[in-house]
């Protein structure tokens, strides 16, 4: 089973507004991944998480907070958006970010816009 | 300069034919492959990882890689309306430390016409 669970599916949100998205997965993995995917554009990876501890922060800005509650949750916290951050996040996961040859997963993504 | 490279495309393949979906990648040291595949609105989708130089087959996909010449492709043999997609080629790292960094080409959208 390589499932990557998202939710929300869809959120619109106003740029004053506080939201969450939450990404699950129960394959065992120890990194799990933000990526953000804007149309036509391939993803770019926005945080990494492996054994629950934040390992690659791409110079994100700070309206984007990650959390990693335990080894099968991770939560992207979202504050005073701007409308440029409308995109597709999406979550992926994979057995250990040290490791050659590991595979991310990707979940279904929440398509996001921000008004 | 560009890390991973794809040809945009759209490429455009009748039903039955063979579609050959080429990469090249700038860092010498990067060790793991991969292709995924796309569709419209929604998330990547793994089809092959390649880690050694050679083939490898599955099913109707076969990964190809050249270490030497930096060259990574996917062969869709008798290709149909529903691989219609995008396909991305993503190697593992740049410098091959940063694992767990993903590095993506742009992708290249293939269309298969009945």
């Known amino acids: 089973d390589t499932e990557v669970t998202q939710t929300p599916k869809h959120l619109v949100m106003g740029m004053t507004n506080k939201k969450s998205l939450k990404c699950e997965q129960h394959?065992?993995?120890?990194?799990m991944y933000w990526y953000k995917q804007k149309a036509k554009k391939p993803p770019e990876l926005m945080f990494v998480?492996?054994?629950?501890?934040?390992?690659i922060n791409e110079s994100v800005p700070s309206r984007f907070s990650p959390e990693c509650p335990n080894s099968s949750l991770l939560n992207l916290h979202l504050h005073a958006l701007q409308p440029e951050d409308s995109a597709l996040y999406l979550c992926?996961?994979?057995?250990?970010?040290?490791?050659?040859?590991?595979?991310?997963?990707f979940g279904p993504g929440t398509r996001l816009t921000v008004l | 300069q560009k890390e991973v490279e794809q040809n945009s495309g759209p490429l455009s393949v009748p039903e039955g034919a063979i579609a050959s979906l080429n990469c090249t990648y700038s860092?010498?040291?990067?060790?793991?492959f991969f292709w995924y595949r796309q569709y419209s609105g929604k998330s990547p989708e793994l089809i092959m990882s390649?880690?050694?130089?050679g083939d490898k087959e599955d099913g109707r996909f076969t990964a190809q890689l050249n270490k030497a010449s930096q060259y990574v492709s996917l062969l869709i043999r008798d290709s149909q309306p529903s691989d219609s997609a995008t396909y991305l080629c993503?190697?593992?790292?740049?410098?091959?430390?940063?694992?767990?960094?993903?590095?993506f080409g742009q992708g290249t959208i293939l269309t298969v016409h009945p």
């Open positions: 394959m065992g993995h120890r990194a």
């Open positions: 390649i880690y050694s130089n």
């Open positions: 992926a996961s994979s057995q250990d970010s040290s490791g050659m040859g590991d595979t991310q997963y």
């Open positions: 860092d010498r040291v990067s060790q793991s």
């Open positions: 998480y492996s054994y629950e501890k934040l390992s």
């Open positions: 993503a190697v593992n790292g740049p410098g091959g430390t940063s694992y767990g960094k993903l590095t």
